[in-house]
């Protein structure tokens, strides 16, 4: 199979692209991305020179451009993680999330529509479907949870989902979308909490946390989710939408916590800031469809997969630091200029 990965160079997609090019030696694995702020090919050196991978830099909004890449490469799946990621920048600049978010996925669903691509999967997110309230531990999402947005980020995710379902029920696009819960891991960009808490410990620098650090997240291994993409495109019922989440909630104060202990930093370092506008209050899926459908199972649980991740940034300094010191946007010039 010839597949189509976008947004590689991110976080998941960086780790999707890892997974997929070591599992399918025979499968053939191309990563599209703008290379934007959170784009960082030094996330894609584990792969770099594999036979079964290629990167191409472009703009998923870019029609004539996404219409020429798929003619040429007649790929048979893509898997869309493209996108404006980042709910503070959404509220500062919305108009580049309806941009990528929902006229590139528009135009790749376009694509996949006039090429007979066989599967177009939309890497979507549990943000769809809104918050739930703190005093009640028993609410889940579930896929038939009504969508109903806060922020601009996801409200631009939940166009591009809309769009998606469109293009299968009007269409027959043979389409799949699955929704997760907030992932951790390693390659995670560094103005994200997990990794940012990381970073500025290290350097003791103030914490910053939003309101009183109440707010509950459900945190997913990125390896998690990569498996579960990967089920999903290859055994996933077209049309459907499926909810990846391993119930693992926490409050941001006990995630901050957690890293502060890990790394023997004291919690005077923890300063709580005016809240996020909009701020969600607790999300929590519920993954019983994948389990039972594709019976998938997460392999991390939160406690261990945290010690883990921050091992992984306690040994990759150079990564993040190369992104913090801003000399990774100079990497792609430096490695590609005249090839
Ligand atoms: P990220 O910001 O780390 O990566 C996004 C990538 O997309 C970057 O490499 C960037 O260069 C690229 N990109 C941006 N605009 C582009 C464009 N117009 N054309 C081509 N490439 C472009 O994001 P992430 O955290 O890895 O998230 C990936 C996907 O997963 C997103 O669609 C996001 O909505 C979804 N998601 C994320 C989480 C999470 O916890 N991070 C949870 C659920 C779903």
Same mark, same amino acid.
């Given at each position: 199979?010839?597949?189509?990965?976008?947004?590689?160079?991110?976080?998941?997609?960086?780790?999707?692209?890892?997974?997929?090019?070591?599992?399918?030696?025979?499968?053939?694995?191309?990563?599209?991305?703008?290379?934007?702020?959170?784009?960082?090919?030094?996330?894609?050196?584990?792969?770099?020179?594999?036979?079964?991978?290629?990167?191409?830099?472009?703009?998923?909004?870019?029609?004539?451009?996404? /219409?020429?890449?798929?003619? =040429?490469?007649? /790929?048979?799946?893509?898997?869309?993680?493209?996108?404006?990621?980042?709910?503070?920048?959404?509220?500062?600049?919305?108009?580049?999330?309806?941009?990528?978010?929902?006229?590139?996925?528009?135009?790749?669903?376009?694509?996949?529509?006039?090429?007979?691509?066989?599967?177009?999967?939309?890497?979507?997110?549990?943000?769809?479907?809104?918050?739930?309230?703190?005093?009640?531990?028993?609410?889940?999402?579930?896929?038939?949870?009504?969508?109903?947005?806060?922020?601009?980020?996801?409200?631009?995710?939940?166009?591009?989902?809309?769009?998606?379902?469109?293009?299968?029920?009007?269409?027959?696009?043979?389409?799949?979308?699955?929704?997760?819960?907030?992932?951790?891991?390693?390659?995670?960009?560094?103005?994200?909490?997990?990794?940012?808490?990381?970073?500025?410990?290290?350097?003791?620098?103030?914490?910053?946390?939003?309101?009183?650090?109440?707010?509950?997240?459900? %945190?997913?291994?990125?390896?998690?989710?990569?498996?579960?993409?990967?089920?999903?495109?290859?055994?996933?019922?077209?049309? =459907?939408?499926?909810?990846?989440?391993?119930?693992?909630?926490?409050?941001?104060?006990?995630?901050?916590?957690?890293?502060?202990?890990?790394?023997?930093?004291?919690?005077?370092?923890?300063?709580?800031?005016?809240?996020?506008?909009?701020?969600?209050?607790?999300?929590?899926?519920?993954?019983?469809?994948?389990?039972?459908?594709?019976?998938?199972?997460?392999?991390? +649980?939160?406690?261990?997969?945290?010690?883990?991740?921050?091992?992984?940034?306690?040994? +990759?300094?150079? %990564?993040?630091?190369?992104?913090?010191?801003?000399?990774?946007?100079?990497?792609?010039?430096?490695?590609?200029?005249?090839?």
């Amino acid at each position: 199979m010839k597949i189509l990965v976008t947004g590689g160079a991110g976080f998941i997609g960086g780790n999707f692209v890892h997974y997929m090019v070591e599992t399918y030696p025979e499968d053939m694995i191309v990563n599209l991305d703008l290379l934007t702020y959170a784009g960082n090919l030094e996330t894609c050196k584990p792969v770099e020179g594999k036979p079964n991978y290629k990167f191409v830099k472009g703009d998923i909004a870019d029609r004539e451009f996404i /219409f020429k890449l798929f003619e =040429e490469e007649k /790929f048979d799946v893509v898997v869309n993680f493209a996108a404006e990621s980042h709910v503070d920048r959404s509220i500062t600049d919305p108009e580049i999330f309806v941009k990528t978010n929902v006229m590139g996925t528009t135009t790749l669903l376009d694509a996949a529509k006039e090429f007979g691509v066989k599967r177009y999967h939309q890497v979507s997110t549990d943000e769809v479907y809104g918050d739930l309230p703190l005093d009640r531990p028993d609410l889940f999402f579930t896929e038939t949870t009504p969508l109903h947005t806060s922020s601009p980020y996801s409200s631009s995710k939940a166009s591009a989902d809309l769009f998606v379902l469109a293009y299968h029920r009007t269409f027959g696009l043979p389409v799949t979308i699955s929704r997760c819960s907030n992932n951790y891991g390693p390659y995670h960009f560094p103005e994200k909490l997990i990794p940012l808490m990381i970073s500025r410990a290290l350097a003791d620098e103030d914490l910053p946390v939003y309101g009183k650090g109440d707010n509950v997240r459900d %945190w997913l291994h990125v390896y998690d989710h990569c498996v579960a993409i990967d089920l999903i495109i290859r055994n996933g019922r077209v049309g =459907e939408v499926y909810n990846v989440g391993g119930h693992n909630e926490r409050t941001n104060l006990e995630v901050v916590q957690t890293i502060l202990k890990a790394l023997d930093k004291p919690e005077t370092l923890i300063k709580f800031v005016e809240d996020r506008k909009g701020h969600d209050r607790r999300y929590a899926i519920d993954p019983t469809k994948l389990e039972t459908e594709l019976g998938w199972k997460p392999k991390y +649980n939160f406690d261990t997969g945290i010690q883990q991740t921050i091992q992984w940034y306690l040994d +990759n300094k150079e %990564w993040w630091q190369n992104i913090l010191s801003g000399e990774y946007q100079n990497y792609f010039e430096k490695m590609y200029a005249g090839k």
